[in-house]
């Protein structure tokens, strides 16, 4: 099956018992034992739970992977990655990745007695990075909320070479757009509370993996810190995942004539692909599309502040990747977690905003745009 119709039917009604074409929500936390030593396929819900169970075999089925893990959110499912670190391991990243991954790094891996480098450009990335306590990559492209590119295949190939792992941060292109795993990395995270559930009402995380030693191991630290996803919410992914490809399809041609509406009032739009020849190369051989995340600096002639209140179709506010077009302003949302210094290291700028594009009529985006930003100029 093409990964349109495995969206929608990779739940088989033939998995439970009345042949139910979605599948049943088990809220059960415990199961009967038959007698004494002999074990069924679910005992206690933290450990497996079938409706878990399915939307984990649906990932799996995405992302051509052995092993899936579902989460409770995707920060649970970054940081049960970064439960595979030993004392003393050092990770390298992107420089602006997501903000609650950086809490991560700037907020626990000290204690934890690991250590970590943010990496300007992750295309530039060589052997001089990689000392001998490096054991994972972490990469997320594109990035947040730059929408830099970061070339999987040539960094997997690096870190191999050197004995680390490569994980990718999937979350704004997902398995539709972009299959990391077969791009080389040993790891794919998500945060399914974005595109892979669609709708902005329900927080969910994802891990997978084709290598074994990895994935057994992640099913030990699923069941030991518990940072399961709920019956409930499973069964809410599920419902998610099957529109996927058609949100997707909806929301990438919409920020094409998003994009191409800002570059006719002089606004210079980040997206993946933008930053250079080189990254729009890496996009499209590694990715289908672009995604529905940009970010723009709005010039000096507009006010901010006008400019956002007066838009009536973004409202502001984190996240990204639901049905609805929604707006946010990275330095004071969502890399608040930053210095201000790194910030401005990065590229993070306080006329810096980051859209991600809904579904809606691309007609009413535009003319909602056009209107904000002739409040925003006229009153500058
Ligand atoms: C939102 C997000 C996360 C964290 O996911 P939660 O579900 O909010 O915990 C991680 N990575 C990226 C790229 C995100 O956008």
Do not use: W
């Not at 602006?96 to 970590?116: K, S």
């Amino acid at each position: 099956m093409k990964i349109e119709s495995l969206l929608v039917q990779g739940n088989s009604p033939h998995n439970n018992p009345y042949g139910a074409i979605v599948p049943p929500i088990f809220l059960a936390s415990t199961y009967i034992q038959p007698a004494i030593g002999e074990e069924q396929d679910f005992a206690y819900s933290r450990g497996g739970n079938p409706t878990r169970n399915e939307v984990e075999d649906l990932l799996a089925q995405l992302e051509d992977a052995q092993y899936s893990y579902a989460f409770a959110s995707g920060m649970a499912a970054t940081s049960s990655v970064f439960s595979l670190l030993k004392q003393g391991d050092k990770v390298l990243l992107n420089n602006n990745i997501y903000g609650g991954t950086f809490r991560y790094l700037d907020q626990l891996f000290e204690q934890r007695g690991l250590a970590y480098q943010l990496v300007e450009n992750f295309n530039q990335l060589s052997e001089e990075h990689f000392d001998p306590a490096v054991k994972l990559v972490f990469i997320e492209t594109p990035s947040n909320p730059l929408l830099e590119v970061t070339d999987i295949k040539r960094i997997c190939e690096l870190a191999h070479q050197h004995g680390a792992i490569v994980a990718v941060d999937n979350t704004f292109l997902t398995a539709y757009l972009q299959k990391t795993l077969a791009l080389g990395a040993d790891i794919v995270t998500y945060s399914a509370t974005k595109y892979l559930s669609g709708h902005a009402d329900l927080i969910a995380g994802a891990v997978l993996t084709n290598d074994q030693v990895i994935g057994e191991r992640l099913k030990i630290i699923q069941n030991t810190l518990g940072n399961i996803l709920s019956p409930f919410d499973s069964y809410s992914l599920i419902r998610g995942i099957k529109t996927l490809a058609v949100r997707m399809d909806r929301q990438i041609e919409n920020t094409h004539k998003v994009i191409a509406f800002l570059h006719s009032k002089a606004i210079s739009v980040n997206f993946a692909g933008a930053h250079s020849k080189e990254e729009a190369a890496i996009q499209s051989a590694q990715a289908k599309g672009i995604g529905a995340v940009i970010s723009f600096e709005l010039p000096e002639e507009y006010d901010l502040a006008i400019f956002i209140q007066a838009l009536k179709m973004f409202p502001l506010a984190v996240s990204l990747g639901g049905v609805e077009s929604l707006i946010c302003h990275p330095a004071s949302m969502t890399h608040e977690s930053y210095s201000k210094e790194l910030q401005e290291k990065i590229g993070i700028s306080d006329r810096l905003l980051r859209v991600a594009v809904g579904i809606e009529h691309s007609e009413d985006l535009i003319t909602d745009l056009a209107q904000a930003l002739v409040q925003a100029k006229g009153e500058k």
